[in-house]
């Protein structure tokens, strides 16, 4: 049995999707994520990073909208998603990890200042603060990711903690 401690969880985890503060997620939240991205890193949308950043997002989109989107209505509601989390997600954080790989691998890329396969703590935390975490916790998230202490940040460490954010309640 689920418990309702995990779906509060889970449901709070909500807002960083809803991008526009509208009630729920859709693929503008996954757009406006990618433009903002952009900007923050100083890209242009029609370079191939940003062209990969938001085929990532619309793949993303596409991976939520196929787990959560239970009415077909083309927005996730809050309660789409914790279903969708909670049921399909819980015990396949691998799954989720997949749909956002995408993405993310894309979004180190346009935070990657330097081009070497890795972004910095600062640059992941700056990633993190973009997305919508509170710069306190972005802070404290991009240190943890950097489990080897070398400063530097890469897909392997950031996807699967990405996935079990939002699927595993601790």
Not at 15 to 30: E, K, L, S
């Amino acid at each position: 049995m689920v418990s309702s401690e995990y779906e509060r969880r889970i449901a709070a985890r909500f807002a960083t999707f809803d991008q526009d503060g509208n009630g729920h997620i859709d693929r503008g939240d996954f757009s406006v994520a990618a433009r903002a991205l952009l900007t923050e890193f100083h890209r242009p949308a029609r370079c191939d990073q940003g062209q990969a950043l938001y085929a990532g997002a619309e793949a993303f989109w596409q991976g939520m909208a196929g787990i959560a989107d239970r009415d077909g209505d083309q927005r996730i509601t809050r309660e789409e998603f914790v279903t969708g989390a909670v049921k399909r997600l819980r015990d396949n954080p691998e799954r989720f990890a997949e749909i956002a790989r995408p993405f993310l691998h894309a979004a180190l890329a346009v935070a990657d200042t330097d081009g070497d396969g890795a972004v910095t703590v600062a640059e992941t935390a700056r990633v993190l603060r973009v997305l919508g975490v509170p710069a306190d916790t972005a802070s404290t998230i991009a240190a943890a990711l950097d489990a080897d202490g070398d400063g530097k940040v890469g897909e392997q460490d950031v996807v699967p903690a990405f996935a079990r954010y939002f699927t595993v309640p601790e």
